[in-house]
């Protein structure tokens, strides 16, 4: 079973901020949050990942609370094109395998 | 990170016929990973196919329905058995190389 909580929906305004939180109360410390998301039925697209430290790249930021049992995903400015579903992962890094929660589907809108 | 190509990208087939999807990564991988996703549904592992070993299924998952073959590195196939309606989904390969990636998708479509 999925180690993670997401809500179902979101939606945001196109250029807005789009947070999307994660829980994972059950996070072992040898275990990373990934992000993912996929567009419409193509394949999963990798966001992001981290194990403690907030992280950023140029898609987007990636909080961990302190006790590491949340996370949320910041899009900065929100486009139309991000709108996907939206799947946050807890796994070991690179040694094991991605199970997929029921993710967050989000709608950018005009 | 890896670049994988997945075939076919779509076929519709007739019930009690099986399917083999190919993935085929451009570079050596250990680990391939078999997924599933029914419409409207999220991704389901079926297995893992490591490189000279038998397939990992998950749990509702069994080899006599959906056999892997991994006979080197860069290449496995994943072949839908005996099928029915119920088989429609995408099927989805997967590698580990530098963070996971994703095939685009193999849209299966059984009458």
């Known amino acids: 079973d999925a180690k993670t909580t997401q809500p179902t929906s979101m939606d945001c305004a196109e250029g807005r901020a789009a947070n999307l939180p994660c829980n994972h109360s059950t996070i072992s410390g040898n275990e990373y949050v990934y992000w993912y998301r996929q567009i419409h039925s193509q394949g999963p697209q990798y966001i992001i990942h981290g194990l403690k430290n907030n992280e950023t790249n140029e898609m987007a930021s990636l909080i961990i609370t302190e006790d590491r049992k949340s996370s949320t995903l910041i899009l900065p400015h929100a486009t139309l094109r991000d709108t996907a579903v939206y799947y946050c992962?807890?796994?070991?890094?690179?040694?094991?395998?991605?199970?997929f929660g029921t993710g967050t589907r989000l709608q950018v809108f005009p | 990170s890896a670049v994988i190509s997945q075939k076919p990208s779509r076929d519709i087939c007739q019930r009690g016929t099986s399917l083999t999807i190919q993935c085929q990564v451009d570079s050596q991988v250990t680990m391939m990973f078999w997924y599933r996703q029914q419409p409207g549904q999220s991704l389901t592992l079926i297995a893992t196919a490591n490189q000279g070993s038998e397939a990992t299924y998950e749990s509702g998952f069994v080899i006599d329905k959906f056999p892997i073959s991994r006979p080197n590195l860069t290449f496995s196939t994943l072949t839908v058995s005996n099928m029915s309606p119920e088989d429609s989904s995408i099927y989805l390969c997967s590698v580990e190389r530098g963070g996971y990636t994703f095939g685009s998708g193999t849209r299966l479509t059984v009458v």
């Open positions: 992962i807890v796994t070991r890094y690179n040694t094991d395998k991605l199970i």
